[in-house]
């Protein structure tokens, strides 16, 4: 495995080149031999005083120390994959993307947008090694993909994953991938927020997306999302923009690390992953909504639509079935409220969501606690294999 510097030897490093750096550029020029006490002072000047050094503060030189630190030992392990396909009977470059080491047997991660259009893939490694890669396994829902390599590089570590509980917003994180070609680049940020839903590639949504204002730019999609210790905590995959440019603004996201965990495992023995289905359409709970129909309640996943055929439907839940008008406000009203699903409070539709997505698989039968009519029941739903598009 690659030596890497230790936290103490790279704080030390840092303090040394801190102390040439200032010294070189306070611009005293002593005569050699003599001191700046002892110096003759030129006739008829007015004398320089002596320049102050100033010092960065120890929790810079330190933060310095763990990025060069981070960099040295991360970046090896980060890859840039090029996209190739047939155009006008020729095989030519068609995009570009990164990706990370996720294993040990070759396996390296990205996004399925980066890929899903590619009939060949190259990787190339941070030494400039080129590998051919197949792709053996993509999950449109989640937007992720595995891309296999054979006779990878000696020496490259697999990249840790992080845990969602351990992350909060303003927590500093780096983003290492290949922005517009460039290999190697590291950016630096915080995360802006968490539990976001994006969309997916699908009609479906992706649950709990990290907000970053690190910068993520094209070409960085499928590189890692990474904490201070090198763990990966997210994949990116996408950049909020305005009309007239595809660069960053300061809003990224990336895939989290809790649907890393479940979908990568199934997408490298399987080719993909199934994801649950319920079959409903909704969103929170809100004040209007309760007092339009009388509830006592104030927090719930409010179902506004069941898909016709879905599991929903065949559990018999209920979608709103009117609407009303509360302070000039319309409403739709009618339909079931979710507040726990087996037992587990649910406070929004976001909780609903998640809860299916990562405790549950097709198949599975839950029991959600629903108020209807001002009452609370409790319904049996068995889940289902979600389908590619809603038009199934």
């Known amino acids: 495995m690659k030596k890497t510097l230790t936290r103490e030897k790279s704080i030390f490093i840092g303090l040394s080149i801190l102390v040439i750096f200032v010294t070189a550029a306070c611009g005293l020029i002593i005569p050699k031999g003599e001191s700046p006490a002892t110096a003759p002072q030129p006739q008829n000047t007015v004398a320089v005083p002596t320049p102050v050094i100033i010092s960065l503060p120890e929790a810079v030189v330190d933060e310095q120390a763990v990025l060069i630190n981070l960099y040295a030992m991360v970046n090896p ?39 899903q259009e590619a009939e060949q893939v190259d990787v190339t490694f941070s030494d400039g090694t080129i590998r051919r890669g197949d792709v053996v396994g993509v999950d449109l829902h989640s937007d992720l993909a595995v ?7 000696a020496g490259l570590a697999p990249l840790p994953l992080g845990d969602m509980e351990d992350l909060a917003v303003g927590q500093t994180v ?3 991938g290949n922005p517009f070609g460039l290999e190697g680049t590291l950016t630096k940020g915080i995360i802006s927020a968490l539990g976001r839903n994006i969309p997916a590639l699908t009609a479906f949504s992706i649950p709990q997306a990290i907000q970053t204002d690190a910068a ?35 809003v990224g996201f990336a895939i989290p690390v809790s649907i890393m965990k479940v979908v990568l495992p199934d ?10 289905w319920l079959g409903v359409r909704g969103g929170d709970l809100t004040p209007t909504v309760a007092e339009a129909m009388n509830l006592t309640i104030e927090k719930g996943a409010y179902i506004v639509e ?10 018999k839940m209920k979608g709103a079935s009117g609407e009303k008008t509360v302070d000039g406000r319309t409403v739709e009203v009618g339909g079931d409220v979710v507040t726990a699903i087996n037992g587990t409070p649910v406070n929004s539709f976001d909780d609903l969501l998640i809860y299916i997505a990562l405790q549950t698989k097709p198949g599975d039968e839950v029991t959600l606690t629903v108020m209807r009519d001002g009452k609370p029941i409790e319904v049996r739903v068995t889940l289902e294999k979600r389908p590619s598009n809603l038009s199934e």
């Open 147 to 153: 891309v296999k390599v054979d006779n990878m590089p």
């Open 306 to 315: 069941i898909t016709e055929g879905g599991p929903a439907d065949k559990a």
């Open 267 to 276: 997408l490298i023995t399987k080719g993909e992953y199934e994801w649950p």
């Open 216 to 250: 993520i730019n094209p070409g960085n999609s499928g590189g890692p999302l990474l904490d201070l210790s090198g763990r990966v905590i997210g994949v990116n995959a996408q950049i909020e923009t305005s009309s007239f440019s595809q660069t960053n603004s300061g």
């Open 174 to 176: 780096v983003a290492i």
């Open 77 to 115: 392990s980060v890859v840039n994959i090029t996209l190739y396909g047939t155009n006008r009977g020729e095989v030519t470059a068609i995009g570009q993307g990164s990706g990370f080491v996720y294993d040990g047997d070759g396996h390296i991660v990205t996004n399925a947008h980066v890929v």
